[in-house]
């Protein structure tokens, strides 16, 4: 569905993230968390590349990418000299690090965004950033994590770079948490991402006569688990009979919501949602039906 009022609140919500970055010189910027004591964390670099190269993708419109590319540079000045790791959070405006390690997912998150950038822009700094960084994800283990944003950015990283070392790790990531996830009574959004992620890959894998890799993995319990997901995470949807008994039930209409989390309704439930629906709509759904 292609919808221009889409469109222009993605540009508006542009036009506001860029009143929170903050250039530390001409090459290198950084979103500045102003309502949490202007930190400067990972994660918001590496999110608003991902906003800025979807709406560029999506659009057309190129007027963000230059700040872009100086997130970029900023994700790669956080990195350790020391481990090889980013630091997680910094404090502004001395760019001092606050935080080596806050969240296991920011790091993720940051190398998915650099590929990103790197599919709209073919700088290839950016794939070698990613090369380098999954040596350490691949040498620590990262893929006990089950972290959603290492599927997709793995996933996306094997468009660039065919190597059974990475299917490998996209496989890990999933295999050993299907059955939990098959089992899982509660709506965690992040699951129908990590299934769908792996789903993909696999297409890819034997598009590439790689099945060999498959040999250990149950591609039928992935996609009974995929299925299962994204008929259960309609149990976390604000449909309007569940919206009229909250004191705002226009806010959190159309919605998700955590019901083990005190039924809160967040902005990144909603998107993590929304992503893995989109996924499963595009990847999934017609041939679940043939």
Not at 275 to 280: A, D, E, K, R, V
Request: aromatic content about 14%; hydrophobic content about 40%.
């Amino acid at each position: 569905m292609k919808t221009k009022d889409i469109l222009i609140k993605a540009q508006q919500s542009l036009t506001y993230l860029m009143t929170a970055i903050v250039f530390k010189d001409v090459n290198t910027a950084y979103v500045v968390d102003k309502e949490n004591n202007n930190e400067i964390k990972l994660g918001s670099n590496a999110t608003a590349i991902l906003a800025m190269t979807k709406y560029a993708e999506v659009s057309g419109d190129k007027s963000y990418n230059d700040t872009a590319e100086k997130l970029a540079n900023g994700i790669i000045a956080m990195r350790n000299d020391e481990t090889g790791h980013y630091n997680h959070v910094l404090h502004y405006p001395d760019f001092t690090i606050k935080d080596k390690f806050r969240i296991i997912y920011y790091e993720g998150e940051a190398v998915f965004a650099l590929l990103r950038l790197y599919q709209l822009d073919g700088n290839k700094k950016w794939l070698d950033e990613v090369v380098s960084y999954f040596e350490i994800f691949i040498a620590e283990e990262y893929w006990k994590e089950h972290d959603h944003w290492l599927s997709y950015a793995v996933n996306e990283l094997t468009d660039y770079l065919s190597e059974d070392k990475y299917y490998q790790f996209g496989l890990k990531n999933c295999a050993d948490k299907l059955s939990f996830i098959y089992h899982r009574e509660t709506t965690f959004a992040t699951f129908l991402e990590l299934t769908m992620a792996a789903y993909k890959m696999i297409d890819k894998i034997k598009q590439a006569d790689k099945a060999y890799l498959l040999n250990d993995f149950d591609e039928e319990l992935l996609r009974k688990t995929i299925d299962k997901r994204a008929e259960f995470q309609r149990v976390g949807f604000m449909y309007p009979e569940v919206a009229m008994y909250f004191k705002q039930p226009a806010l959190v209409l159309n919605g998700f919501f955590i019901r083990h989390q005190s039924l809160r309704v967040r902005i990144d439930d909603v998107e993590h949602n929304l992503s893995g629906y989109i996924q499963y709509l595009t990847y999934r759904l017609g041939e679940s039906m043939t």
